[in-house]
């Protein structure tokens, strides 16, 4: 089956620095990746997702980028701000399959330090 | 538009209880998948469901645990005979139909079940 390693496991960055985020997966079948920040207590949220047909993808402050012959990919978020700390996961998929269950990582505990 | 719905929030069970989760997904979406988190750890994915049908299990221990989603009303995570390992929160996510959208999911608040 699908392996999501990522890293690092905790990362923490002054307010108004970049923070990134990379992930490896393992099955080259897999062709969309989620990432999903999840604040103390509640749901993971959706904040970006890429799809293998593309290399890049910006929405505001976050960019996730995505190199399929190197099986990895990372999430970038520029001009951190406090309300950016949480726990971010990535996460693997393969439609082909039928089955589209998300293979995570193991997250990555965000600090932004005003 | 209401988000993915779980109930109960938090569910104290004994040694040797049962435990249901329920799950109502996006009004429009038809896929239920339920994922298993550990304090401190990542999503684990359990099991993927369309109305009336698993359609993939392979995440979901052999025994014990069982769920469904039937034509009518939630979607079911049943746990019998509860062991304090089963304390994690369990999330429950749903996704569209169309083709297009199908990996998207969306999480739902999750259950929280503590074993005594």
């Known amino acids: 089956g699908e392996n999501v390693e990522q890293h690092p496991s905790t990362l923490s960055v002054q307010e108004g620095d970049s923070a990134v985020i990379k992930c490896t997966y393992s099955d080259s079948a897999s062709n969309y990746f989620p990432w999903y920040k999840q604040e103390l207590g509640k749901r993971p949220q959706l904040i970006i997702d890429?799809?293998?047909?593309?290399g890049e993808k910006k929405d505001q402050r976050i960019a996730v980028t995505l190199n399929k012959t190197a099986k990895h990919f990372s999430l970038h978020i520029t001009e951190t701000q406090p309300e950016d700390s949480a726990v971010y996961f990535c996460?693997?998929?393969?439609?082909?399959?039928?089955?589209?269950?998300?293979?995570f990582g193991t997250g990555t505990r965000l600090t932004v330090i005003p | 538009n209401a988000g993915v719905m779980q109930n109960p929030r938090h569910l104290v069970r004994r040694r040797g209880q049962e435990a249901r989760l329920r799950c109502s997904p996006m009004k429009g979406h038809s896929h239920v998948y339920w994922y298993r988190q550990l304090p401190e750890e990542g999503l684990k994915f359990m099991v993927y469901?369309?109305?009336?049908?698993?359609?993939?299990e392979s995440g979901m221990p052999k025994e014990r645990f069982s769920a469904e989603f039937p034509k009518e009303g939630p979607s079911i995570l049943r746990i019998q005979q509860v062991v304090r390992g089963d304390s994690a929160a369990y999330f429950c996510?749903?996704?569209?139909?169309?083709?297009?959208?199908?990996?998207?999911?969306?999480f739902g608040p999750g259950t929280r079940l503590t074993v005594l």
């Open positions: 890429i799809r293998s047909n593309v």
């Open positions: 996460a693997a998929s393969m439609t082909q399959t039928g089955a589209n269950n998300l293979f």
């Open positions: 996510a749903s996704s569209p139909r169309t083709s297009g959208a199908l990996n998207e999911q969306f």
């Open positions: 469901l369309q109305k009336e049908n698993i359609i993939d």
